[in-house]
């Protein structure tokens, strides 16, 4: 599985961006999806996944309410709707993606990972 990631960019303290994760290789509807991200100094940590049919989905608490997670097989790809973005929000963001029956927040349970996209957010 090869994941494309994209979307990322600078934005205020307060506005929104959409991440994109395509995936190719296998289709998407067999593998749960998952969004890590990681600032300089700090450990890769998890923000989001769904499941395969995009039924289920589980969020970190520090983006719950901002962030959704969604995804459209027909077109292999999730997604990251950012909204309300604050400073403490930029690192670089990567999509990975899990082949398992219940949905993973741990990093070393993903199987395949797309290359990180900037995400900077402005005070």
């Known amino acids: 599985v090869q994941l494309q990631a994209s979307g990322g960019g600078l934005v205020q303290a307060g506005g929104s961006l959409r991440l994109f994760c395509a995936a190719s290789?296998?289709?998407?509807?067999?593998?749960?999806m998952g969004w890590f991200r990681q600032a300089p100094g700090k450990e890769r940590e998890f923000v989001a996944t769904?499941?395969?049919?995009?039924?289920?989905?589980y969020l970190a608490d520090s983006v719950k309410g901002r962030f959704t997670i969604s995804r459209d097989n027909t077109k292999n790809t999730a997604f990251l709707q950012m909204n309300s973005l604050k400073p403490e929000d930029t690192a670089v963001y990567y999509c990975?993606?899990?082949?398992?029956?219940?949905?993973?927040?741990?990093?070393?349970?993903?199987?395949?990972w797309g290359q990180g996209t900037q995400v900077t957010v402005s005070s």
């Open positions: 990975a993606a899990a082949v398992s029956s219940s949905l993973r927040v741990l990093a070393h349970e993903y199987d395949y």
């Open positions: 290789g296998r289709s998407s509807s067999t593998i749960h």
């Open positions: 769904i499941s395969t049919s995009g039924g289920r989905t």
